[in-house]
């Protein structure tokens, strides 16, 4: 932190960035970019690997890059569909009215209701369990379809907070297919030399997903909602269906790490 501190400082003094809310965030979303560029830069250009660990190494970087647009996301329930809830969706029940910010807790309670009949449904298919990069396709489709439900009530007036409910809920289920079984994959693909190291870049994921997804919630009031949902669902759609079209090459890659 201090490190990245120092870097902006510099910045400002050269007058590449101004210390601003923005332009710190801005540079610290070049930052995130510019680690993640030289960390794979670093494994493919120099580093020194059997041809197998290369392959389950490409395997990592795909992985990599479907996180980023699953985490853009999903990562967005804090800003853009907050600003959903408070603007365009029903806040009262029953003659109660209720905060905006209560629709944050529907992940947790997901989270709570669907992680016990995932475990049980992974123990149940025994080997029928589906492999990690076909689970990493679900939870980019789930995830797209948490925003794809808002599409056709997101241009008039407040909504039901149903399609919220059913927003959150679709995500759960996309977090419970991706996000267990990222840091589990890196520990199989990742050369034992490097396996700390490729573990603290899965977590580079979320962040890059996070600065992304910051700039999908900038545009909030620039395009209308409709639009806004369509594409942020769409882009992560295409990305969930790229990884089944190329299920079996992106296998082939892991060489039976899965």
């Given amino acids: 932190m201090l490190a990245a501190a120092a870097i902006i400082l510099v910045f400002d003094r050269m007058g ?12 610290g979303g070049v930052m995130l970019i510019a680690i993640t560029v030289a ?13 197998l660990e290369r392959r389950r190494l490409l395997a990592v970087l795909i992985l990599f890059m479907a996180a980023c647009a699953f985490w853009a996301n999903y990562e967005q329930a804090g800003s853009t569909l907050n600003l959903f809830a408070k603007r365009n969706t029903s806040l ?7 905060p905006a910010s209560w629709f944050q807790s529907l992940n947790s309670l997901f ?3 669907l992680a016990p009949f995932f475990a049980w449904l992974w123990i149940k298919l025994g080997s ?15 995830v797209a379809l948490g925003f794809l439900v808002l599409v056709p009530v997101s241009g008039g007036g407040r909504v039901s907070p149903i399609w919220l409910i059913m927003c959150y809920f679709f995500q759960t289920i996309g977090e419970l297919l991706l996000s267990p079984v990222g840091l589990s994959a890196m520990t199989k693909l990742a050369p034992p030399r490097i396996a700390s190291l490729t573990m603290g870049a ?6 890059v997903g996070n600065y992304i997804g910051g700039l999908w919630a900038s545009v909030y009031e620039t395009f209308p909602l409709p639009m806004l949902f369509g594409l942020v669902g769409l882009v992560s759609l295409a990305v969930g269906a790229l990884m089944l079209i190329f299920l079996r090459p992106i296998k082939n890659l892991m060489s039976g790490a899965d």
């Fill in 128 to 142: 029928k369990d589906p492999s990690s990069p076909a689970k990493f396709a679900g939870g980019l489709i789930f």
């Fill in 92 to 98: 009262t029940f029953l003659g109660f009215t209720y």
């Fill in 16 to 27: 590449i960035v101004r210390i601003t809310p923005g332009g710190v965030a801005s540079a």
């Fill in 39 to 51: 960390f794979f830069g670093w494994i493919f250009a120099f580093g020194k690997w059997s041809a």
């Fill in 111 to 113: 989270i709570m209701l």
């Fill in 202 to 207: 899965w977590f580079l994921a979320d962040s």
